[in-house]
């Protein structure tokens, strides 16, 4: 049997989605699956690395977003920027980075507005340094570019749009 004759493998999370066209979505999916789980384990390592090992993915996600570019943010904004529906599980973990004094926080009129502390900001720097350590040095050994990175950041962010119409779709049948 030559090598065009073999069969190409298709690797997916469910065979049932991945019969009729379009099985490559299936593809995907499992693909986002893989990464998922990959990229949440590696957040909490790279946290516990940092110095904390209390932290859930989502915590850790919450810390950073709320220490980007040092400004002050809502719990509104934090889901709106991480698209995330749930907003009771972004306001618990608020509460515990509050409560783990990584985060302050300011009442303005009816709105509260979290800020990354000095602690805070102090583990997002330790993080960013274990990131660049064991990450970041890790991809000059991949075949791709800073461009193709963006590319693949952009056909992402297309990708969740897909799945959020869609999920607007199914809440409506």
Known sequence: MSEQDIPKRRIV???HLADGDNWESSEIEYG???AYNAFSR???RCMSAAGNTDLT???ILVLHNTNHRRRDKRLTDICFLLNI???HTVNYALRKLMKMKLLE???????VF???SP???ELCEAYRVVRDRCFVDGLSRLDMTGEGMREIAASLRALSGQYDQASRAAASL
């Open 119 to 121: 602690a805070g900001e």
């Open 85 to 87: 529906e749930d907003t």
């Open 32 to 34: 986002m699956i893989i």
């Open 42 to 44: 590696w957040m909490t």
């Open 114 to 116: 979290y800020t990354a």
């Open 57 to 59: 993915p989502l915590e």
């Open 105 to 111: 926080s300011e009442k303005r009129g009816k709105e």
């Open 13 to 15: 999370s469910s065979r």
